[in-house]
């Protein structure tokens, strides 16, 4: 059974940048499609970024274009959000979930982590 486990959550300032990143184990990961989600307090949980596996491509969240970079290194089974300028409105669990398929989705994962909290002090 696959399992992604996530970490690099913490609290950082305004203006701040964190690394978070995601471990895959029980199933192949370069032939998954991989992405980032959260959930701040009384909200529901939305989309951040994905990257496919098949060419790399990246695809992201209006909230986040131009401040947060998502990656992968499948020899390392490991998937990275990379956020910059952060804003106290980043403030959420962060969670790293996978899928199959070929393209870019923004929904329909199947597999998620326990998620990594990200705090932004004004």
């Known amino acids: 059974q696959a399992q992604l486990v996530e970490s690099g959550g913490g609290v950082v300032q305004a203006g701040g940048s964190l690394r978070l990143s995601c471990v895959a184990s029980?199933?192949?990961?370069?032939?998954?499609?991989m992405a980032w989600f959260r959930q701040a307090p009384g909200k529901q949980r939305e989309f951040v970024a994905t990257v496919s596996w098949s060419d790399d491509r990246t695809y992201y969240a209006n909230s986040v274009k131009g401040r947060f970079t998502i990656s992968r290194d499948n020899a390392k089974n490991t998937v990275y959000l990379q956020m910059n300028s952060l804003k106290p409105e980043d403030t959420a669990v962060y969670y790293c979930?996978?899928?199959?398929?070929?393209?870019?989705?923004?929904?329909?994962?199947?597999?998620w982590g326990q998620g990594t909290q990200v705090t932004v002090s004004s």
């Open positions: 979930a996978s899928r199959m398929g070929v393209g870019l989705y923004s929904g329909g994962y199947t597999t």
């Open positions: 029980g199933r192949t990961f370069s032939s998954q499609n």
